[in-house]
């Protein structure tokens, strides 16, 4: 054998033991697996814990949107936002999450605008995004350079657009005889008595008849007072009026035909439950008409609870078969409600009467429904001591209820009551003078006492443009002076906050 082929033949035996040698080959092997399983680690629980909190901010992101959407156009929206965030100290932080940041952002989306829902004082916003973000620190990530997981979540809502509680509505309107008066400005050039009846239209034409998964409400049942309902009603109407009715002709205001007599003022009692017009011996009906005369019976109630003013919530357009809608001109030849007038102006009574009526409805339906209170008047009370009964069961000088003193302040006092028993009231100052309410003391003015009956500021509207009005008279949170707007504002406003995609412009 020759040097060189036993050199080749060594190399090769030598490569041979070392290839079938496999003492220490677990090491790198074990190495390798070792980074392996920390990578896994890694990736169940550090990622696992950011996609647990990605989850969780989200919720809390959400909720605080909601809650700040909630209340605008309050300057309170985006405090209550944070409230409901995931931030240190508030509602809905996490015990794990500490030090997540938090930004708010009230918005005007000009798609909301355009249906209704206007970027008014003092927020000048429609919604409300809310940012929230947080690094989740991690664990075995660290071995590999990675300390955190950033995550972020946003949210949008609008202030309204989602379906809410069922509501019942008492709509109070001044049928006066200074509703008679031209309503001469840009936005509507007839009486202001048609008018008000055509924003209450309006009104109607954005509430809830019935569940929106029907395509159509039913069948209509006829009540008390001219009602019509659906077996399952969502949003109810009662028209209520002041001065009063007579119980005689008050079907006159819904049924086409011209009603010419008012009823004397009534005085419920504040306390009461329910409202329902007196019988013709109730002499405490003090008025024009007589010292307790017998043959007059009132009621501010002109139609009962209603829900058939549109046939599915889907409908274009008013059913004119409706009582209801008939006595707010809503059928072609049909003039419905007329400012007849008669009796001064004093509203206390009504107010009283509208929550006693809401209060038996409530029961009736369930605590899940909201009570709502609408007045429109020009705000001026001037009934005389002989139009509101000056004898024993009648109305007093002594300044409280039901009194021919201090009427304003005596239907701010209503409407305080109203309010402690979680009535929303709006009020739609309509014309409201700079001057007036003669009988108090201390002085006060139409567009205060309308300002005062609003449970919140965020409720009180005016339209100062119409014949009468004063511009002072400017709701600071309802800028808006057009009547129909307003109406389409408080039905908007009978919605709730809703989530929108985070792109809407």
Same mark, same amino acid.
């Given at each position: 054998?020759?040097?060189?082929?036993?050199?080749?033949?060594?190399?090769?035996?030598?490569?041979?033991?070392?290839?079938?040698?496999?003492?220490?080959?677990?090491?790198?092997?074990?190495?390798?697996?070792?980074?392996?399983?920390?990578?896994?680690?890694?990736?169940?629980?550090?990622?696992?814990?950011?996609?647990?909190?990605?989850?969780?901010?989200?919720?809390?992101?959400?909720?605080?949107?909601?809650?700040?959407?909630?209340?605008?156009?309050?300057?309170?929206?985006?405090?209550?936002?944070?409230?409901?965030?995931?931030?240190?100290?508030?509602?809905?932080?996490?015990?794990?999450?500490?030090?997540?940041?938090?930004?708010?952002?009230?918005?005007?989306?000009?798609?909301?605008?355009?249906?209704?829902?206007?970027?008014?004082?003092?927020?000048?916003?429609?919604?409300?995004?809310?940012?929230?973000?947080?690094?989740?620190?991690?664990?075995?990530?660290?071995?590999?350079?990675?300390?955190?997981?950033?995550?972020?979540?946003?949210?949008?809502?609008?202030?309204?657009?989602?379906?809410?509680?069922?509501?019942?509505?008492?709509?109070?309107?001044?049928?006066?005889?200074?509703?008679?008066?031209?309503?001469?400005?840009?936005?509507?050039?007839?009486?202001?008595?048609?008018?008000?009846?055509?924003?209450?239209?309006?009104?109607?034409?954005?509430?809830?008849?019935?569940?929106?998964?029907?395509?159509?409400?039913?069948?209509?049942?006829?009540?008390?007072?001219?009602?019509?309902?659906?077996?399952?009603?969502?949003?109810?109407?009662?028209?209520?009026?002041?001065?009063?009715?007579?119980?005689?002709?008050?079907?006159?205001?819904?049924?086409?035909?011209?009603?010419?007599?008012?009823?004397?003022?009534?005085?419920?009692?504040?306390?009461?439950?329910?409202?329902?017009?007196?019988?013709?011996?109730?002499?405490?009906?003090?008025?024009?008409?007589?010292?307790?005369?017998?043959?007059?019976?009132?009621?501010?109630?002109?139609?009962?609870?209603?829900?058939?003013?549109?046939?599915?919530?889907?409908?274009?357009?008013?059913?004119?078969?409706?009582?209801?809608?008939?006595?707010?001109?809503?059928?072609?030849?049909?003039?419905?409600?007329?400012?007849?007038?008669?009796? *001064? $102006?004093?509203?206390?009574?009504?107010?009283?009467? %509208? &929550? @006693?009526?809401?209060? !038996?409805?409530? #029961? =009736?339906?369930?605590?899940?429904?909201?009570?709502?209170?609408?007045?429109?008047?020009?705000?001026?009370?001037?009934?005389?001591?002989?139009?509101?009964?000056?004898?024993?069961?009648?109305?007093?000088?002594? *300044? $409280?209820?039901?009194?021919?003193?201090?009427?304003? %302040? &005596? @239907?701010?006092?209503? !409407?305080?009551? #109203? =309010?402690?028993?979680?009535?929303?009231?709006?009020?739609?100052?309509?014309?409201?003078?700079?001057?007036?309410?003669?009988?108090?003391?201390?002085?006060?003015?139409?567009?205060?006492?309308?300002?005062?009956?609003?449970?919140?500021?965020?409720?009180?509207?005016?339209?100062?443009? @119409?014949?009468?009005?004063?511009?002072?008279?400017?709701?600071?949170?309802?800028?808006?002076?057009?009547?129909?707007?307003?109406?389409?504002?408080?039905?908007?406003?009978?919605?709730?906050?809703?989530?929108?995609?985070?792109?809407?412009?």
């Amino acid at each position: 054998m020759t040097k060189s082929q036993f050199m080749k033949q060594y190399r090769e035996s030598l490569l041979g033991r070392l290839c079938s040698n496999q003492r220490g080959q677990v090491l790198p092997w074990t190495g390798f697996m070792l980074i392996s399983m920390l990578g896994m680690a890694a990736l169940a629980i550090d990622f696992g814990r950011a996609y647990i909190a990605y989850h969780q901010l989200q919720s809390a992101t959400d909720a605080a949107a909601l809650a700040g959407a909630e209340q605008l156009p309050n300057s309170t929206a985006s405090t209550y936002a944070n409230n409901y965030s995931a931030g240190s100290g508030d509602l809905n932080t996490y015990a794990w999450m500490s030090g997540v940041s938090v930004t708010v952002t009230p918005k005007c989306l000009s798609s909301l605008s355009s249906i209704g829902m206007s970027c008014i004082a003092p927020a000048n916003a429609n919604a409300l995004q809310v940012l929230e973000s947080y690094n989740v620190p991690t664990y075995f990530a660290r071995l590999f350079g990675i300390n955190s997981i950033p995550v972020a979540t946003k949210s949008t809502a609008s202030m309204r657009g989602s379906t809410s509680i069922p509501y019942n509505v008492v709509i109070i309107l001044d049928s006066t005889q200074s509703m008679n008066d031209t309503d001469s400005d840009s936005q509507c050039s007839t009486t202001r008595i048609s008018c008000a009846l055509s924003g209450i239209q309006t009104l109607l034409q954005d509430m809830a008849p019935c569940s929106s998964r029907l395509t159509a409400c039913g069948s209509v049942t006829t009540g008390t007072l001219g009602a019509g309902n659906v077996s399952n009603p969502v949003d109810v109407v009662s028209l209520f009026t002041f001065p009063n009715v007579t119980t005689a002709t008050v079907a006159d205001d819904y049924n086409c035909s011209v009603p010419t007599v008012p009823g004397e003022y009534q005085f419920p009692v504040s306390t009461n439950t329910t409202y329902a017009p007196p019988g013709p011996a109730a002499n405490y009906i003090l008025g024009s008409g007589g010292t307790g005369d017998a043959s007059y019976s009132s009621t501010y109630q002109v139609v009962g609870f209603s829900s058939d003013y549109r046939t599915s919530d889907y409908a274009s357009g008013l059913n004119t078969s409706s009582n209801l809608v008939q006595s707010v001109g809503g059928e072609s030849g049909c003039a419905g409600i007329i400012a007849k007038g008669g009796e *001064g $102006t004093f509203y206390a009574g009504v107010i009283y009467a %509208a &929550q @006693a009526a809401l209060d !038996a409805e409530k #029961a =009736a339906r369930g605590t899940s429904t909201q009570n709502v209170i609408i007045l429109i008047s020009d705000g001026d009370a001037t009934s005389s001591n002989t139009q509101m009964g000056n004898t024993t069961g009648g109305a007093t000088s002594g *300044g $409280t209820y039901p009194s021919w003193n201090n009427e304003c %302040a &005596q @239907a701010v006092t209503a !409407a305080t009551f #109203a =309010a402690s028993k979680g009535t929303r009231i709006y009020s739609v100052a309509y014309g409201a003078e700079a001057t007036g309410c003669s009988t108090d003391s201390p002085s006060t003015t139409p567009c205060q006492t309308m300002e005062g009956i609003a449970s919140s500021s965020g409720y009180f509207y005016s339209d100062y443009t @119409a014949k009468g009005g004063s511009s002072s008279c400017v709701s600071s949170s309802q800028p808006t002076t057009n009547l129909n707007q307003i109406f389409t504002d408080i039905a908007n406003d009978f919605t709730a906050a809703r989530l929108v995609p985070n792109g809407t412009t």
